[in-house]
């Protein structure tokens, strides 16, 4: 069994959507000074690195990240590659993203989808789509249709994975948003499962 890490990594240098608010940490305590243990506390938006988005995040009576049915971030997962910059229309789809459970893009950051993209993949029973992009939808479309068409069909958004290192193929993927109750996204520690290589 072979895991694979496909999180960002967050620091003081990660960067965020424009207009978002960076990570920054500040230590609490430090061990055998004023208490016998460590404490930090942080801030940062939580669309920072690899995250879930919720549907919150785009309609106002949607689902926050709580409510977020967590088998859909749990399972068999593929990892395809998108080629080309921009956006991606729904002719330009892979035909093997299409009748797939949970689909992972990996494009180098570089491709987002179209709105009929987006409902291609719907009309196909996805039930989650994952991007090395920081966003589904490229940055001058400022009312998020994509985001619109999954998360408004009930499919879960994983942003700004770290596939550079996975190869096209299956995998079992497990990444998980943490309960927030309020909010539209969180963090999560993507990984994915495979088999050891030969």
């Not at 459970?101 to 989808?113: D, H, K, P, T």
């Given at each position: 069994m072979k895991?694979?890490d496909v999180s960002?990594?967050?620091s003081?240098?990660t960067?965020v959507?424009p207009?978002?608010?960076?990570?920054s940490?500040?230590?609490?305590e430090?061990?055998?000074s004023?208490?016998?243990w460590?404490?930090t506390?942080?801030?940062?938006?939580?669309?920072?690195?690899t995250?879930a988005?919720a549907?919150?995040?785009?309609?106002a009576?949607?689902r926050?990240?709580?409510?977020?049915?967590?088998?859909a971030?749990?399972?068999?997962?593929r990892?395809i590659e998108?080629?080309?910059?921009?956006?991606?229309?729904?002719?330009?789809?892979?035909k093997?993203?299409?009748?797939?459970?949970?689909?992972?893009?990996?494009?180098?950051?570089?491709a987002?989808l179209?709105p009929?993209?987006?409902?291609r993949l719907?009309e196909?029973?996805?039930?989650?789509?994952?991007?090395?992009?920081?966003?589904?939808d490229?940055?001058?479309?400022?009312?998020?249709?994509?985001?619109?068409?999954?998360?408004?069909n009930?499919?879960?958004?994983?942003?700004d994975?770290?596939?550079?290192?996975?190869?096209e193929g299956?995998?079992?993927?497990?990444?998980l948003?943490?309960?927030?109750?309020?909010?539209?996204?969180?963090?999560?520690?993507?990984?994915?499962?495979?088999?050891?290589p030969?």
């Amino acid at each position: 069994m072979k895991i694979y890490d496909v999180s960002r990594r967050i620091s003081e240098e990660t960067p965020v959507w424009p207009g978002d608010i960076a990570f920054s940490w500040r230590e609490l305590e430090t061990p055998g000074s004023a208490a016998p243990w460590g404490s930090t506390c942080f801030s940062m938006s939580a669309h920072c690195g690899t995250h879930a988005d919720a549907p919150s995040h785009v309609f106002a009576d949607g689902r926050t990240i709580a409510e977020a049915p967590l088998s859909a971030y749990i399972g068999p997962a593929r990892v395809i590659e998108l080629p080309g910059l921009g956006e991606v229309g729904a002719d330009a789809l892979p035909k093997k993203a299409l009748g797939v459970a949970r689909v992972l893009f990996r494009s180098g950051g570089r491709a987002s989808l179209s709105p009929l993209a987006a409902l291609r993949l719907v009309e196909h029973g996805t039930v989650l789509v994952g991007t090395d992009a920081a966003s589904i939808d490229p940055e001058d479309a400022p009312d998020l249709p994509a985001h619109r068409a999954l998360l408004g069909n009930g499919v879960a958004l994983l942003e700004d994975l770290d596939l550079e290192a996975v190869g096209e193929g299956t995998y079992q993927l497990v990444a998980l948003p943490l309960r927030f109750d309020d909010l539209d996204a969180s963090p999560v520690r993507a990984i994915l499962i495979g088999e050891d290589p030969a």
